[in-house]
């Protein structure tokens, strides 16, 4: 078996656009121009996506990464996990998705994500005080990017310590998220000097000066919509969806960066559990259906996560990059639904078995 592959016959989408029929080569875990020697693969006009990145996810161990690849999201993005040596065991492992992590998250005394049964002692913070050494732990434990949960008047870490926390995650040269399901933790955020805030609230949308403060600051924003309709039904109050899918209306239109996650999480506590992988391909059509074109969702699972958390080497079908790609049945233009057609996938090279070929993803 040859580690080149070319596979020929291929519309590749270029984040506007399908190309004409193509050939696309993959040499020793990336996108190559070789195809000498190659394992010839005839796509008979399939179409060739990136692989998909979930900018949220909870790992709970090997499963999830096989759940991520397999429905070809071959990178995802880890808001917690703990302890350090369950990160350690899934990183770098070569042929299936890759994982990134912010480790333990910061959180207050007395909120809600400090009575999750298994949160570690030393995510909470109390003081600014105590930023410098919370992010010089999560870095020596590998983290990539810090994560902050803001819950304004609900036990969360008040203003001087959010912005301690994000000051010292800079000075590091480390991303900041802010986890935010309220405009006052929005705005929390936005005073810190956040550069990600993750999901959106529920109820009223968010208010225009809000949002054109979002889009001047450049912040990046993951909706996670999934997880905001699955809560929504669980409370009994799916009206409240709707003000969500407002707000990602009119960030888009506002020009801020929307990047897909889905919080996908295996948590007890947690309220709803989007099923890792295929709870992306769910995302992509809320992002759709709240106002994205289907290539500008396609967009925010690729190429813009990508530019969001720094990873120069993924996000588009163009040589050199990983060869993380996915090959599908049907124009994801004209349907974004035809994302769930899958019919091969590659993770860093490496093929693997699609999950949904013979059932419905969702």
């Known amino acids: 078996m040859t580690d080149r ?21 993959i040499a020793d875990g990336v996108i190559g121009i070789d195809a000498d020697g190659a394992e010839v693969i005839d796509a008979d006009g399939g179409v060739m996506l990136p692989g998909l990145i979930d900018a949220h996810i909870h790992l709970s161990g090997e499963n999830t990464r096989e759940k991520l690849c397999s429905y070809g999201v071959t990178t995802g993005l880890d808001m917690a996990t703990w302890p350090a040596q369950r990160l350690t065991r899934l990183r770098g492992v070569r042929g299936g998705s890759d994982v990134r ?4 998250p910061a959180i207050g005394p007395d909120s809600l ?3 999750i049964p298994t949160m570690p002692a030393d995510a909470i913070v109390t003081g600014p005080e105590q930023a410098e050494p919370f992010v010089a732990a999560r870095l020596a434990e590998g983290s990539d990017y810090i994560k902050i949960v803001a819950d304004p008047g609900e036990g ?3 203003q001087e310590t959010v912005t301690a926390l994000a000051r010292a995650a800079h000075a590091h040269g480390r991303p900041v998220v802010v986890h935010a399901v309220s405009q006052a933790a929005v705005i929390m955020a936005l005073d810190a000097g956040a550069d990600i805030i993750t999901h959106v609230p529920l109820g009223p949308p968010l208010d225009l000066p809000v949002v054109a403060r979002i889009a001047d600051a450049g912040c990046t924003v993951v909706p996670t919509m999934t997880m905001m309709e699955g809560i929504a ?3 009994g109050q799916p009206k409240g969806l709707a003000g969500a899918r407002r707000s990602v209306g009119l960030l888009h239109q506002a020009g801020v960066r929307v990047v897909a996650g889905t919080d996908t999480n295996d948590t007890a506590g947690v309220p709803f559990q989007p099923e890792a992988g ?20 396609l967009r925010a699972a690729t190429r813009l996560a990508a530019e969001a958390f720094g990873l120069t080497d993924r996000g588009a079908v163009e040589p050199g990059l990983r060869a993380d790609l996915i090959l599908i049945d049907g124009d994801p233009l004209a349907d974004i639904r035809a994302t769930r057609n899958i019919r091969r996938i590659w993770c860093g090279g490496v093929e693997h078995t699609p999950a949904g070929q013979n059932r419905a993803l969702w």
């Open 233 to 235: 039904a669980t409370i």
């Open 113 to 115: 994500h400090s009575r």
């Open 156 to 158: 969360g870490p008040d």
């Open 101 to 104: 992590s912010a480790g333990t």
């Open 5 to 25: 592959v070319a596979i020929t016959g291929v519309r590749v989408f270029d984040g506007h656009r399908l190309s004409e029929l193509r050939t696309v080569i």
């Open 278 to 297: 295929a709870s992306l391909h769910h995302e992509l059509e809320l992002l759709v259906d709240a106002g994205l074109s289907p290539a500008e969702a």
